[in-house]
């Protein structure tokens, strides 16, 4: 899959850059270890904290304090602000609850939204992992990329 990414940018001339929360980098370290990935991958943030949702991803405040981080409004946001910050073509966006702990009953343990920003416009995905923190994790890394996948080839 990610070589089939990486040839649809290139192909398209296309640039992608991501924002991630609760999969903190694993889809950047999956991105860049393709050679030859500068090419296509502008870069990263990793931002845990809803400060640096706010600041470096511009998320709204508004949207973090009635939706929460983990959100699809959140996600949507993250991921337009990750393309705006970066001038990126793409960028995908992740956020949710990897676990252990930290759930709740209306956001359990392996609830993730992902957010893709193209230049067709913001798509978002809730999904509902279960397993360990890194499977969870996992899952949600190589969900994004094929939801990245799926909006580049559109």
């Not at 990610?2 to 370290?29: N, W, Y």
């Not at 499977?135 to 190589?142: G, N």
């Amino acid at each position: 899959m990610l070589d089939q990414l990486a040839a649809a940018l290139l192909a398209r001339k296309q640039t992608l850059a991501t924002a991630e929360s609760c999969t903190g980098g694993l889809v950047g370290a999956a991105l860049t270890g393709l050679p030859g990935s500068s090419a296509w991958y502008l870069g990263g943030v990793v931002a845990y904290a809803n400060e640096l949702k706010i600041r470096l991803l511009g998320v709204p405040a508004e949207t973090l304090a009635a939706h929460g981080a983990v959100s699809l409004e959140t996600a949507r946001a993250m991921a337009a602000g990750a393309r705006a910050a970066t001038g990126a073509d793409f960028a995908v966006a992740i956020t949710g609850i990897a676990g252990p702990s930290g759930g709740t009953p209306e956001k359990p343990v392996g609830l993730v939204f992902i957010g893709v920003a193209a230049p067709h416009g913001t798509a978002t995905f809730k999904h509902h992992f279960s397993g360990s923190r890194a499977e969870i994790r996992q899952a949600a890394t190589e969900t994004a990329l094929r939801h990245l996948l799926e909006a580049v080839e559109a």
